[in-house]
C-alpha cells in the first residue's frame, strides 16, 4: 500500500546528542512536511519542501534541519536536543495542489516520538 | 495571522448518537479551507472531512458533517451515529488557498463510551 513511513517509531537520544529521523513515501508526493507534536498539544509545523525548494517556518529554531536527497526521502536533523525537544514529530506528504485547485490533502505517517535524556 | 480555536479539550459520548466538536478560527483572508483531521490512540493523523471556503453546501463525508458558518468563522463537525472506532483526537486545521502549510487547533479528545 502507498504510504508514509517514519523510522524509527521509538527514538531515545541524550541531551545534545545529534539525532535523526528518517521519512519515506510512496505516494510519489511533491511536497513534504515535518511537524512538531509536543503531549497534549497540536502539531506545529517546523518546515516543509517543494521538491527540492526547503521552506522554513519562521519560529523553528537553527537547532533544527532538514534534507531531502530524493523525492521519496527526507530527514529531520536535530544537532543538540534539549529537553524541551522531546515531542513526536510527524511527517506528512501531499501534492503541489488538489485536481481541481485548492491546496491537497496531507497524508501523515505515524510519528516519532523522541525522547531526551 | 490565521488562528484556529478549539474550546473543548474532551469529550465523550455514547455509542449510536451524535456529538459536535466545535471550532472558530480568525482570518482576514478570503479564500481559505477548513480541516478536520483524526488522530486515533498511537495511529497516524487522517484526513476526516475538508471545505472550501468559497463553497456554501456544507461537507459531508458517510457519518460526518460539517456546518460552516463562514460569517461567524465557525466550522464545526457532527459525528452521527458513533462508534467506538471514533475515539480519537480531533484537530480542526486551517489553510490559505494559496498556501500549503496548515494551522491546527488544540484539538478535542472524543471518547466513545459503550
Known amino acids: 500500500d502507498a504510504m508514509v513511513i517514519q523510522n524509527p517509531r521509538y527514538q531515545v537520544t541524550q541531551f545534545g546528542k545529534p539525532v535523526t529521523l528518517s521519512c519515506s513515501q510512496t505516494l510519489n508526493h511533491n511536497v513534504m512536511y515535518w511537524y512538531q507534536q509536543k503531549s497534549s498539544q497540536a502539531p506545529k509545523l517546523l518546515f516543509h519542501y517543494y521538491d527540492k525548494d526547503f521552506n522554513n517556518e519562521a519560529d523553528t529554531p537553527d537547532n533544527f534541519q532538514s534534507r531531502r536527497p530524493n523525492t521519496s526521502f527526507c530527514f529531520l536533523d536535530i544537532r543538540s536536543p534539549g529537553l524541551g525537544d522531546a515531542a513526536m514529530y510527524l511527517c506528512a506528504t501531499s501534492r503541489a495542489y488538489q485536481a481541481g485547485g485548492g491546496p491537497d490533502t496531507q497524508y501523515f505517517g505515524p510519528g516519532t516520538r523522541l525522547t531526551v535524556l | 495571522a490565521q488562528t484556529v480555536t478549539q474550546s473543548q479539550p474532551e469529550m465523550s459520548v455514547q455509542e449510536a448518537e451524535t456529538v459536535t466538536l466545535s471550532c472558530t478560527y480568525d482570518?482576514?483572508?478570503?479564500?481559505?479551507?477548513l480541516f478536520w483531521y483524526k488522530q486515533p490512540p498511537s495511529r497516524q493523523m487522517i484526513l476526516v472531512i475538508r471545505?472550501?471556503?468559497?463553497?456554501?453546501q456544507n461537507a459531508t463525508e458517510n457519518r460526518f458533517s460539517v456546518n460552516f458558518q463562514k460569517a461567524a468563522k465557525s466550522f464545526s463537525l457532527k459525528i452521527s451515529d458513533s462508534q467506538l472506532g471514533d475515539t480519537a483526537m480531533y484537530f480542526c486545521?486551517?489553510?490559505?488557498?494559496?498556501?500549503?502549510?496548515?494551522?491546527f487547533g488544540s484539538g478535542t479528545q472524543l471518547t466513545v463510551l459503550p
Open positions: 482570518t482576514s483572508e478570503n479564500n481559505y479551507y
Open positions: 471545505q472550501e471556503a468559497y463553497k456554501q
Open positions: 486545521a486551517f489553510t490559505l488557498g494559496s498556501a500549503r502549510q496548515l494551522t
